[in-house]
């Protein structure tokens, strides 16, 4: 189980009510297939509890982190949107229901390779 996880902003911030675009704000991600990498922490955890209908996320392996380096730009990547794009019913709806919000798992790494 890795330490680092990697959150990516899927929906953009329009009609977000102000505690999100807040939060949003704090994580660094303010445009659409924006990514970070931060700690796993409580802190985190509840940051990310709050925007959970705007973001995917899910622990990121070393060799994600390492291809993602060269895009990091004060701590966020923009990224390009994902090839054969984020899921089928797209991202309004959960990854657990087969959508593209929410906790991804290890299945995050893939997604970042289809974007970078």
């Keep these: 189980m890795s330490d680092k996880i990697a959150v990516v902003l899927v929906r953009g ?4 009510n102000a505690a999100v675009q807040d939060t949003l704000y704090m994580l660094k991600l303010r445009k659409k297939n924006q990514c970070i990498i931060i700690n796993k922490s409580p802190q985190s955890a509840g940051m990310i509890q709050k ?3 705007y973001v995917t996320w899910g622990e990121v392996d070393a060799e994600t982190i390492s291809a993602l380096e060269g895009k990091m730009e004060n701590g966020s990547a923009h990224l390009q949107p994902p090839r054969k794009g984020y899921g089928r019913k797209g991202i309004k709806i959960a990854f657990s229901n087969r959508g593209a919000l929410g906790y991804r798992g290890e299945k995050i ?8």
Aim: glycine share 0%; hydrophobic share 55%.
């Design 13 to 16: 911030l329009i009609r977000a």
């Design 51 to 53: 925007v959970k209908d």
């Design 109 to 116: 790494n893939d997604l970042l390779k289809r974007m970078i």
